[in-house]
């Protein structure tokens, strides 16, 4: 059974930055494709970040790009988020996710493997 724990969550002012980790377990990775979604309160869950374990090849949604940056360590199977330059609008709810055969990166519903989600707060 995969598990997935994220840590890193917090509040912060606009501009500044956090980085959230997402620990994984129970399964070699090779495979999987691991990702970032958020939910912001009255709002549906959005993709933010996905990075496939065995080549590295990563993808953001537009809101995101130049400002994250996704990665991962495979010794340790961790997958992060580095978040710069917050703005308010990304105050959420952020979710690590992990499947295999991902057919569309950014939908929430490709993906069966979910972490219990950390809150990132930014006020402005």
């Known amino acids: 059974q995969v598990q997935l724990l994220e840590s890193g969550g917090g509040s912060v002012q606009a501009g500044g930055s956090l980085r959230l980790s997402c620990a994984a377990s129970g399964r070699t990775f090779s495979s999987y494709v691991m990702g970032w979604f958020r939910q912001a309160p009255g709002k549906e869950r959005e993709f933010v970040a996905a990075?496939?374990?065995?080549?590295?090849?990563?993808y953001y949604a537009d809101s995101v790009k130049g400002r994250f940056t996704i990665s991962r360590d495979s010794a340790k199977n961790t997958m992060y988020l580095q978040m710069n330059s917050l703005r308010p609008e990304d105050t959420a709810v952020y979710y690590c996710a992990a499947d295999t055969k991902i057919r569309v990166i950014i939908f929430d519903r490709e993906y069966d493997y979910w972490g219990q989600g950390t809150q990132v707060t930014v006020s402005s």
């Open positions: 990075i496939r374990w065995s080549n590295g090849n990563t």
